[in-house]
């Protein structure tokens, strides 16, 4: 059964960094397109950045280019989100998620084109 496992999140102040890392041991992962979302309390789940490792290719949302890194450890099977520059609206729960790679497109991910999901992890940004 397909699975994926997050860790890295916690409370951090403002301007600070985290790691969040997705453990994907048991994806084919040519096959495949995952992805970081963030919900927010009381607002939609919202596609933050994604990676095709087939592909080569990587997406950002507006709001987190050139703070937010997703990259791959190809050997372990691990997808990472490192975060930098947070702010307070960074905050939520931030999930990774996979989808088959030609059902998911290269933009902005969309929650509905991914059907494998994490079970979360929080990030707070507070001072």
């Known amino acids: 059964q397909l699975q994926l496992v997050e860790s890295g999140g916690g409370l951090v102040q403002p301007g600070g960094s985290l790691i969040l890392s997705c453990d994907a041991s048991?994806?084919?992962?040519?096959?495949?397109?995952f992805a970081w979302f963030r919900q927010a309390p009381g607002k939609q789940r919202e596609g933050v950045a994604s990676?095709?490792?087939?592909?080569?290719?990587?997406s950002y949302t507006d709001s987190v280019k050139g703070r937010f890194s997703i990259f791959l450890d190809g050997a372990k099977k691990t997808v990472y989100l490192q975060m930098n520059s947070l702010k307070v609206e960074d905050t939520g729960i931030y999930y990774c998620a996979s989808g088959l790679l030609y059902d998911t497109g290269a933009g902005k991910p969309q929650p509905n084109e991914y059907d494998t999901w994490g079970q979360g992890t929080q990030v707070t940004v507070s001072s």
């Open positions: 990676i095709a490792p087939g592909e080569g290719a990587i």
């Open positions: 048991r994806f084919t992962l040519p096959y495949y397109r």
